[in-house]
């Protein structure tokens, strides 16, 4: 795929021989792989009587987005508005989980916002007496007389992950320019194919 949109197969395979306005122009390609890791974590989920949803985790956010994500994994799973979802995060004081590293705080924490978030629509589930994707969880609350509903979850990989090879892989095309009186180079052209597993945001997997 990312071949046939940067034209690969239709460069010259002769060094040095594309030329243009005083330019050398070549072609290069590259490939990459980086380990797809996971760490236990521990979240917490409570969902109030005002349709408030609180995550809480112990793991940090430097600026690469966790709140946001743990926003979007927890709508996603207890079906509410971002709007009614507050993370609070950095503290140590809060459930345990794995630090800002690694490039596997997504797929840690996130896998522990997953699965306490899913288990808290079945305890509202358990608490109604019904089986919904879609519980109406205030009217749940005001008529069992309940402030609110929370669950506290651990996250771990999955035992089998030991016996597979998780990495995430990527291949890119270059056209760099050479100028040939003062070897000046210039990066002309870019185009990456990437392998990521499932995009969370496709925003930041943009960039």
């Not at 035992?159 to 270059?174: E, G, L, M, P, T």
Request: proline share 4%; hydrophobic share 35%.
């Amino acid at each position: 795929m990312g071949g046939a949109q940067f034209g690969w197969d239709r460069r010259s395979l002769k060094p040095r021989s594309v030329e243009k306005d005083g330019w050398l122009i070549g072609y290069g390609l590259a490939t990459g792989a980086y380990g797809a890791g996971r760490a236990p974590s521990t979240a917490k989920a409570r969902l109030s009587a005002d349709g408030v949803l609180l995550i809480q985790t112990a793991t940090s956010d430097m600026g690469p987005g966790t709140a946001t994500m743990m926003t979007m994994i927890a709508s996603e799973v207890i079906n509410i508005p971002i709007e009614k979802i507050k993370v609070e995060l950095g503290s140590s004081a809060l459930p345990y989980a794995s630090g800002e590293y690694g490039s596997m705080t997504t797929s840690s924490v996130g896998s522990s916002v997953y699965d306490v978030c899913t288990d808290l629509k079945a305890k509202f589930n358990e608490v109604a007496g019904g089986s919904s994707d879609n519980p109406d969880y205030i009217k749940i609350l005001k008529d069992h007389q309940l402030p609110y509903l929370e669950i506290t979850k651990q996250s771990h990989p999955n035992a089998d992950s030991r016996k597979y090879s998780s990495h995430a892989y990527n291949v890119n095309f270059v056209e760099a320019h050479v100028h040939k009186a003062t070897g000046m180079v210039k990066i002309a052209r870019v185009v990456s194919a990437v392998e990521g597993g499932k995009i969370l945001n496709p925003i930041t997997a943009r960039s």
